[in-house]
């Protein structure tokens, strides 16, 4: 380990990654919940993926200890939105004869993705260039505003039939 690197291990004694996570998601779950009840789901997917990736480079880039624990905080804290955002979008754009195999997909997904950043971070061995790697593609999930349609639960309340009509028509 380098002198610089070795600055960026957790001093003993300490747990502060572990409680930055649920920090972080406790802090964010009622915005993102506004912001997908208010804006819509396919907006808050976005807003999130594109904080995960805005404050993954900036990790990357870390200069110390603090900045790097600070940005994971920020990192979970507008990001974590992307689960619970994601799968109430999956679920709503199924009818309820599919949420189970829907739901049982997205967690299978997720330890398939795990297992992936399990080999990605074998190949690639500095942590700063994995971290660039791995939140670079998130910037490429923009698309999803455009590609996506709104969730047609989300657009029956905000009196936007026209548009659900439509949805359906096309599913």
């Not at 600055?7 to 009622?30: C, D, E, F, Y």
């Not at 997720?110 to 990605?120: K, R």
């Not at 999803?144 to 028509?169: G, T």
């Amino acid at each position: 380990m380098t002198e610089r690197t070795s600055r960026l291990v957790s001093p003993p004694g300490t747990n502060a990654p572990i409680g930055k996570q649920s920090t972080g998601t406790v802090l964010v779950l009622p915005f993102i919940g506004y912001i997908s009840d208010h804006f819509g789901r396919r907006i808050a997917v976005v807003i999130s993926v594109c904080n995960i990736g805005l404050f993954g480079l900036i990790i990357a880039f870390s200069v110390n200890y603090i900045m790097y624990l600070i940005c994971q905080l920020l990192q979970t804290t507008f990001g974590s939105g992307v689960v619970s955002s994601s799968y109430i979008f999956v679920t709503e754009m199924v009818g309820p004869k599919y949420r189970v195999l829907v739901t049982a997909t997205c967690t299978a997904t997720f330890a398939v993705g795990q297992a992936v950043l399990g080999s990605i971070a074998w190949v690639v061995q500095p942590w700063r260039y994995l971290l660039i790697i791995l939140n670079i593609p998130c910037f490429f999930l923009i698309s999803y505003y455009w590609v996506l349609p709104e969730s047609v639960r989300w657009l029956l309340p905000k009196v936007r039939y026209d548009e659900a009509k439509e949805l359906l028509i096309k599913i």
